[in-house]
């Protein structure tokens, strides 16, 4: 069995769990923790989950919405950090790494297991030192979460067909983007090949994977600035030809409850 949550989702912090379970144990872990430990620790209790049921911590890369409380959440909870090479440098040179704590290196071109849970990394093109992100499976069913790439590519789009579940970033919607507050570079940045989907870019990503199997599809890391909830939610209902109702929307405060794929 193999169930997920979301403690938060967006640029102000992100944080998922996910859970394998077999005829013996039960794995959990974190994607990302860009929370503080306290308010970690408070949303893992509102999942009803307390932090000694966290096995281990996945990084997909090191900015701050993603690995603002990683080594801290590890280091007052005795819980391994995965992460790239790449990320841990970065980490490292911006003084956030805790010693002590147990890392261990993965690589887009092995999966990694922990106990009840198989981990595929997978590289994705962002402004980050060697980001990645994470299809995660209990060996029958498998979750993909895919935030924080500026365009797609052949490689994500083979690692995203045939899940069962599919938590996708709809960063923003282009004409607010530019029509917007931001300033022009940070427009650039975000709208570039190594900043994040659009609306309309996630909904073509969407209608060329394989989604035969698909049982849950939800839209993570939308922009409050630029970005608003019904727009996401059309374009990922168009791609599935579905009613909007059936696409979930992951937020800043509550991200989303428990999802289950038995
Ligand atoms: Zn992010
Ligand atoms: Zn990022």
Redesign the pocket.
């Known amino acids: 069995m193999l169930r997920f949550a979301s403690l938060a989702s967006g ?1 102000d912090g ?1 944080c998922l769990v996910a859970e394998a379970r077999d005829a013996t144990r039960a794995t959990r872990v974190l994607i990302d923790c860009g929370l503080n430990l306290t308010d970690c620790e408070r949303r893992l209790a509102r999942l009803d989950l307390a932090p000694a049921d966290i096995d281990a911590i996945l990084v997909t890369h090191e ?1 701050g ?2 690995a603002y409380g990683v080594f801290g959440f590890a280091a007052a909870h005795n819980v391994p950090v995965f992460l790239t090479y790449g990320a841990l440098q970065a980490l490292r040179d911006e003084g956030k790494v805790v010693e002590g704590v147990k890392v261990n290196i993965i690589t887009s071109r092995e999966p990694a297991a922990i106990d009840a849970m198989e981990v595929h990394p997978f590289t994705v093109p962002h402004d980050a030192r060697e980001p990645v992100q994470y299809v995660v499976s209990d060996g029958a069913s498998k979750l993909g979460v895919l ?2 790439i500026g365009t797609s590519t052949v490689h994500v789009e083979q690692k995203l067909s045939g899940l069962d579940a599919l938590v996708l970033e709809c960063n923003y919607d282009l004409d607010m983007l530019w029509a917007g507050p931001y300033p022009k570079w940070l427009k650039q940045r975000i709208a570039g090949p190594f900043g994040h989907l659009d609306n309309r870019q996630s909904e073509r990503l969407l209608s060329v994977i394989d989604r035969s199997r698909l049982k849950h599809v939800i839209g993570a ?1 939308l922009s409050q600035q630029n970005n608003k909830p019904e727009l996401a939610r059309a374009a990922l209902a168009r791609a599935m030809n579905c009613e909007e109702s059936w696409i979930g929307l992951a937020t800043q405060d509550e991200g989303f409850g428990w999802r289950e794929l038995v």
Request: charged fraction near 25%; hydrophobic fraction near 0%.
């Open positions: 640029s992100n900015h919405d993603h935030t924080d890391h």
